[in-house]
């Protein structure tokens, strides 16, 4: 029988998390990361051991995660945004540079990047998947989150 490894959904004590979040959209992001933080605590991460930057827009994201990530003081590092379709191409170019931007620094670092950055076309979905119908994106990513890392540790 094959070996199964899944990782559970306790933080280790000691763990650190760092979340980054995009200030535009903030009726948005400022959900998201209520919901991050709150299931981070919830699932055993101490609130000391989570640390939030705040950066202006989502195209900023990668810059900031990856200063995060290079330092050594995070497991997880949790990219949290939104990206509302307007009446231009803008939207296309931001989230496909930045969920790029975001897979490399995970595979250059080997720290886990999650993306939680909304690409939605109207902010009624957006508000949706930040704590309404849709659950919480940001939430989701922690939970995410705590799962890689324990996955990691048992892959050594």
């Not at 990782?7 to 209520?34: K, S, Y």
């Not at 299931?39 to 000391?48: I, S």
């Not at 995970?106 to 508000?127: D, S, W, Y």
Request: net charge neutral; aromatic share 4%.
């Amino acid at each position: 029988m094959a070996k199964e490894i899944s990782g559970r959904l306790l933080a280790d004590n000691g763990d650190r998390f760092g979340i980054v979040v995009a200030r535009f959209n903030d009726l948005v992001t400022g959900r998201l990361r209520e919901g991050a933080v709150n299931t981070l605590v919830r699932h055993g991460v101490a609130d000391e051991s989570i640390d939030v930057a705040w950066v202006p827009g989502s195209f900023e994201l990668p810059v900031v995660c990856q200063k995060m990530a290079a330092s050594g003081k995070y497991a997880a590092v949790l990219a949290l945004g939104a990206v509302i379709q307007g009446d231009t191409d803008h939207h296309d170019y931001i989230n496909h540079s930045v969920a790029q931007q975001l897979s490399a620094i995970g595979k250059n670092t080997g720290v886990p990047i999650l993306f939680g950055v909304l690409t939605c076309r109207t902010m009624e979905q957006a508000l949706d998947r930040a704590g309404g119908k849709a659950g919480n994106k940001g939430s989701e990513a922690a939970l995410a989150a705590i799962e890689t890392v324990n996955v990691l540790k048992h892959l050594g």
